[in-house]
């Protein structure tokens, strides 16, 4: 981070920037408002999930190649969204799409597990360390299904998360996620909210959040929840934050969140949807060294196929291993997306692919770092593996806290509307960070630095 005192932005410039790049980009997306129309009549809102939501329209891709997206338009972008980072592997990669294909040809659907569901786990618990694995359709589902393994091993019902930290859209995990900084409570007795309506309060009052980066803190509230006779049966969290752009455990703070559930007896699930294949072979596990009970997978491990993934200890899984919990899917292991998995993880998310990614980002982080620096902005640049994001604050981010309080979401949404209007397609909010994929090229990491330092001149010039 920069230590120069950062330059104070017009407030008034910001809103007459962002102004002007919305009539841009609402002038350049007309086919997608034609859509938006006829979408409307029978899709909720339009769309077929809450996030594709914009106004005044969603923008409706049509297709993509490699890093590359083209929308219904006709608008190409370099693709830093990569479906929320799912993608890493680029567009219609042609080592999944031979597999798949050949898969195909031979039957989609059984119900009945197939030899690339075995090469798969086998693949899983090398790069992870677990040895038992179980897979699902999504990462919610994947998050679903390990606290209830979890709850099982056991016999306990309470769930303590990490405040701020998004891990799928079921019910135990749609609590205290996205609030206004004075509804977060007390540092050392954080709120439990429920993240839109329909979620019961009997849900919301099994869950417990806790900061991040503050294992003294979740110590003190698993100590108070023993005392009460409420000892959770996990703690689920991701190793590294990635719904707040990104947020890296501070040096140590893993180790300790390990330690003190260990001798509490409580299981430790890392959430690896986005961190996981994405980061590094074994995830965050790997690049952190820190190993947990559980682990969940899904997003970049399909290849652009939905699937799930969760592994374990064999003293946590025993409890489905023996049939008392019911891990279950008619689609769970289909063999299409076995197959996309399995090309995946053995022919493109290899060594040399980690490199590439590595370096990719070391550039893209060295440019937007240079940017800051030289128009003195207030914010800095932070990734890791194919993730990373410029966060828009003075001070460094380390939980939800610092992050409501200090970054500045008008220059998320002015960024956002640069980027989409100077073939960039990026993830909307002031939550999301870049994706590299292994198909990214130095031109296109630099043209994501061009189009931030354009906007940083346009900010700051006189």
């Known amino acids: 981070m920069t230590t120069a005192t950062p330059t104070e932005l017009d407030r008034t410039r910001i809103k007459e920037l962002t102004l002007r790049e919305t009539e841009t980009l609402n002038e350049r997306t007309q086919k997608s408002g034609e859509v938006y129309e006829e979408a409307r009549k029978h899709l909720a809102g339009g769309v077929a999930s809450s996030y594709q939501l914009r106004e005044p329209w969603p923008i409706y891709m049509e297709r ?3 890093p590359l997206v083209w929308d219904v338009d006709g608008n190409e972008m370099y693709d830093f969204h990569n479906g929320f980072g799912s993608m890493v592997q680029g ?17 989609t659907h059984f119900a009945a597990p197939t030899e690339d569901a075995i090469a798969v786990g086998d693949d899983l618990a090398a790069r992870w360390g677990l040895p038992k694995w ?21 016999g306990r019902d309470d769930v303590v998360k990490i405040f701020g930290s998004y891990h799928g859209h079921h ?60 000892l959770p049966a996990c703690v689920i969290m991701e190793a ?46 790997e690049k952190f060294g820190v190993k947990p009970d559980l682990v969940t997978l899904a997003k970049a491990l399909g290849g652009g196929f939905p699937v799930g993934a969760i592994g374990g200890t064999e003293e946590v899984m025993a409890c489905v291993e023996d049939g008392s919990v019911y891990q279950v899917g008619t689609y769970n292991g289909n063999p299409l997306c076995m197959a ?29 770092t240079e940017v800051i620096e030289k128009h003195n902005l207030p914010g800095y640049a932070v990734g890791i593996g194919s993730k990373g994001c410029v966060t828009f604050s003075p001070t460094k981010v380390i939980d939800y806290e610092t992050f409501k309080a200090n970054q500045d979401a008008e220059l998320c949404e002015l960024a956002w509307l640069f980027n989409m209007n100077r073939g960039i397609f990026m993830t909307p ?33 006189p």
């Open 134 to 154: 179980r897979y699902t359709n999504s990462g919610s589902e994947a998050t679903m299904d390990a606290i209830r393994i979890a709850r099982g091993h056991t």
């Open 340 to 368: 996309a998995a399995r090309a995946n993880l053995e022919e493109v998310m290899t060594p040399d692919a980690y490199a590439t990614l590595d370096r990719l980002n070391d550039r893209i982080l060295e440019g937007c």
């Open 429 to 461: 909010g002031r939550e999301e960070e870049w994706t590299l994929s292994v198909t990214h090229t130095d031109e296109a990491v630099d043209r994501y630095v061009e189009v931030f330092e354009e906007m940083a001149f346009e900010l700051t010039r």
């Open 91 to 107: 567009h219609a990669n042609p080592a999944i799409g031979r597999a798949v294909q050949e898969r195909y040809g031979m039957g």
């Open 171 to 230: 019910d135990t995990v749609m609590v205290s996620i996205g609030v206004e900084y004075d509804q977060i409570g007390d540092h050392e007795d954080m709120a439990s909210l429920p993240y839109g309506a329909g979620i019961p309060q009997a849900i919301v009052d099994q869950v417990i959040a806790v900061p991040f980066n503050d294992a003294g803190a979740m110590e003190r509230r698993l100590v108070r929840m023993r005392d009460e006779g409420r």
């Open 64 to 66: 993509g190649a490699g």
């Open 240 to 285: 590294a934050m990635m719904n707040l752009g990104v947020v890296l455990p501070e040096p140590g703070y893993l180790e300790e969140v390990r330690r003190i559930t260990e001798e509490m007896g409580v299981v430790l699930i890392f959430d690896e949807v986005k961190t996981g294949i994405t980061i590094a072979p074994g995830g965050a596990v």
